[in-house]
């Protein structure tokens, strides 16, 4: 059986869409559905069944899939091992929130560019996008808030990320040491707010799981950039949600203090996604290996 006819096959199954697939392997959709249905005749079997939207694999075709598919990756990693000792220099391409990525992630990467690892990044706020971009295979790793759903992406736990309610000490003096020892958002709300996005994304998620309400505040200062709502917050504009690697040190300095110290803190989950049968590829399997294990240290 033709190794090519099935590498396409294994992509339409992971995909789920004729399109997606043959954007993946830089074929044409028609020479994807020829191939498809080259395999079909082969087989006698149908190997999927067409829909509006993307296909849905047969009985015969989640079998073949099963059975095909690591034979496939295994393959994928022979021919890769081989690339990494010709050329030694690989790139990987990572997706993921600004902050996030410049922060944490490429400076647990960093390592690898000794190992003739090069490094490119793309900062995308929107986990939709950033899926959407590793699915169309624009990224080969893509760190999300979102675990991804379907066969043609598969995710890693990566770490949880505590939020702070935090502001500039003259903030906390003005509300009171009673206001911070008892959870009052009516208080707080008296306060501006510096976010991310008019619609208080941060704030909200806070509001809703210490207070279990709605903040009825709106934004004083919109920034779009973590960092930036940071030293809005240390210069006194307001009060903000911010993730706590992040205002640690200010923290510490006391250029910011944290408002409120609930028992069950909020947290985000932060997932490592990658292309179902990518990580096959030594230079990929090295990078997701790296972050994992940095992540058990934050």
């Not at 090519?4 to 028609?30: E, I, K, M, N």
């Not at 073949?64 to 496939?72: F, G, S």
Request: aromatic fraction near 4%; proline fraction near 8%.
């Amino acid at each position: 059986m033709d190794l090519a006819l099935l590498r396409t096959f294994v992509t339409v199954h992971r995909a789920g869409s004729f399109t997606r697939a043959a954007a993946l392997l830089g074929l044409s959709q028609p020479a994807v559905t020829s191939q498809i249905r080259t395999l079909e005749r082969q087989l006698g079997r149908p190997l999927f069944l067409r829909r509006a939207r993307g296909v849905t694999p047969t009985s015969i075709g989640d079998e073949l899939a099963h059975r095909a598919a690591p034979h496939l990756d295994a393959l994928i990693e022979i021919a890769g091992t081989g690339l990494d000792e010709e050329s030694g220099v690989r790139t990987l391409h990572l997706a993921g929130p600004p902050e996030f990525t410049s922060v944490r992630a490429l400076p647990a990467l960093t390592p690898l560019v000794s190992q003739g690892l090069a490094l490119r990044s793309a900062f995308v706020p929107n986990a939709e996008e950033t899926l959407e971009g590793l699915a169309a295979g624009h990224h080969d790793l893509a760190i999300t808030t979102a675990r991804p759903r379907g066969g043609l992406l598969t995710s890693t736990a990566l770490c949880d990320e505590e939020h702070v309610l935090v502001a500039a000490p003259r903030w906390a003096g003005r509300l009171g040491p009673g206001t911070l020892r008892h959870k009052d958002p009516v208080v707080l709300e008296q306060l501006p707010v510096v976010e991310v996005h008019e619609s208080l994304p941060l704030v909200s998620r806070y509001w809703a799981a210490v207070f279990e309400s709605r903040p009825a505040a709106s934004a004083a200062v919109v920034a779009p950039d973590l960092r930036a709502v940071l030293e809005c917050a240390v210069a006194g504009a307001g009060l903000a949600v911010l993730p706590r690697y992040l205002c640690e040190r200010a923290l510490e300095r006391g250029e910011v203090v944290a408002l409120l110290d609930p028992p069950v803190p909020p947290l985000r989950t932060y997932f490592l996604a990658v292309r179902t049968g990518t990580l096959a590829l030594p230079h990929l399997a090295r990078a997701h290996e790296s972050l994992v294990r940095a992540a058990s240290a934050w």
